[in-house]
């Protein structure tokens, strides 16, 4: 059986938000967060919401007596 890859709505329902105040930080024209702190902390937040959204299941392996 092969492993899916799960996807966990709760995380996508947190990705959201984040990514839009993600692009409002981000500014376009020089490629900076306008504040360079929050920026990375969103960025960092976003990713691990996307990493989790994404993670593949684990089998659950049952015992047969």
């Given amino acids: 059986m092969k492993n ?3 996807f966990n709505i709760i995380f ?9 105040a993600l692009l ?3 500014d376009f024209q020089t ?3 306008k504040r ?3 920026g990375i902390i969103y960025l960092v937040t976003f ?6 959204m994404l993670k593949k299941k684990k089998k ?3 015992k047969s007596t």
């Fill in 31 to 33: 490629f900076t967060f």
């Fill in 4 to 6: 899916k890859i799960g």
């Fill in 47 to 52: 990713i691990a919401c996307i990493f989790l």
């Fill in 12 to 20: 996508a329902i947190m990705a959201f938000p984040i990514g839009i």
């Fill in 36 to 38: 360079t702190i929050l």
């Fill in 60 to 62: 659950n392996k049952e």
């Fill in 24 to 26: 409002r930080e981000f």
